[in-house]
């Protein structure tokens, strides 16, 4: 089957750093996103990678290594509004988007 | 961007009632529009993919009888939930992918209707 995993949930505090991993299996592989989804929102596009290595967009950075089936989302210098949660998804072969359950992310002052 | 839109944003109904959500493409031809449903502290879970013109996809356990989806345009779909039950109740998002040159296969998601069935 298809599986994605990351953490539920995750605190940091305010101005520090933190990294959201994500582990996948799927049938096959297109790329894989991160969205954002504050409470009550619709997901918004945060990051894309479908090579290995490493995309920076100002404090967010994505990585991925398709080798092991891994990505992680490093968010910087956190705000407090960067609470929220967290989505990973993966395009299959079928270019179907398979979602994650999300992580949680608590910023405390 | 990308925008999509989605109308209401907010909805009572009552229970037994049908109601209809539209999800617009404002600036660009969505080929193919997908329907998600998230309950309270849950993730996305698909309800169907739908393509211009053609009848939609349901996912497993999702009634085609009960949630009926028409992608009539390139720039139109509408999900109407018929005869709402209270379990229906849940934050409903649709999201379009287009062909879009230059752009990978991301989906660009409307804002969501709040469907409350009381």
């Known amino acids: 089957g298809q599986n994605i995993d990351q953490p539920t949930e995750m605190t940091a505090t305010e101005g520090a750093i933190v990294q959201i991993n994500c582990t996948y299996q799927?049938?096959?592989?297109?790329?894989l996103f991160w969205y954002q989804q504050h409470a009550g929102e619709a997901p918004t596009f945060l990051s894309y990678?479908?090579l290995d290595g490493l995309e920076e967009k100002g404090r967010f950075s994505s990585f991925l290594s398709r080798s092991k089936g891994y990505s992680y989302l490093l968010l910087k210098e956190l705000q407090m509004k960067d609470s929220a949660s967290y989505l990973c998804?993966?395009?299959?072969?079928?270019?179907?988007?398979?979602w994650g359950a999300g992580t949680k992310l608590i910023i405390k002052p | 961007g990308a925008v999509v839109s989605q109308h209401p944003s907010r909805v009572i109904c009552k229970s037994g009632t049908s109601v209809k959500i539209e999800c617009r493409s404002l600036?660009?031809?969505?080929?193919?529009m997908f329907w998600y449903r998230q309950f309270p502290k849950q993730s996305l879970m698909l309800m169907a993919t739908?393509?211009?013109?053609?009848?939609?996809?349901?996912e497993q356990g999702v009634e085609k009888d009960k949630f009926l989806i028409n992608h009539a345009s390139l720039t139109l779909s509408t999900l109407t939930v018929t005869s709402a039950h209270p379990e229906d109740s849940s934050f409903y998002i649709c999201?379009?992918?287009?062909?879009?040159?230059?752009?990978?296969?991301?989906?660009?998601f409307g804002p969501g209707t709040r469907l409350t069935v009381t």
């Open positions: 999201s379009a992918r287009g062909a879009i040159a230059g752009e990978f296969y991301e989906q660009y």
């Open positions: 600036d660009f031809q969505a080929t193919t």
């Open positions: 739908s393509n211009e013109g053609s009848k939609a996809t349901y």
């Open positions: 799927t049938s096959g592989f297109n790329g």
């Open positions: 990678n479908v």
């Open positions: 998804a993966v395009t299959d072969s079928n270019y179907q988007l398979i």
